[in-house]
């Protein structure tokens, strides 16, 4: 095998691996912002408590006035975009949440870390 064909071949090896990364920070990126808005108690393996704090609709004060039900029907999510390092990532997404009571649409910047097999989110910056 000549030295370029081995570099092409490494550098799609590399580009394939990079993009099933991706696709794996994406689909738990979904799973975290599920679990944060809709107030699951189960969030634990999946964002420490200052996220979720950050994130779940009631805890930061948004809907205190009126009794806040998540449904997942309410709930879109945008394209995620995950810049990775393989075991790190920063994730920008934007999520609305729109039903006759409430509404909400703000781009999220997560901070990823690979733990135990899943990703968890160790920090969170919301632009309302």
Known sequence: ???KTLILLLTAIFAIAYVLFGAW????????LKK?????????????QSTYHRINPIERGIEKEENFI???KSHRLG???PLHFFFV?????TQQYENDRFGLKEPVNLNLRLKSGKWYATSV???P
């Open 79 to 81: 394209l995620v975009f």
């Open 1 to 3: 095998m000549s030295r």
């Open 89 to 93: 990532s920063k994730v920008f997404v």
């Open 125 to 127: 910056q919301i632009k």
């Open 25 to 32: 920070i994406a689909q738990d990126t979904k799973i975290i």
């Open 36 to 48: 944060a808005m809709s107030g699951e108690t189960d969030y634990s393996n999946y964002m420490n």
């Open 70 to 72: 998540y449904d997942k």
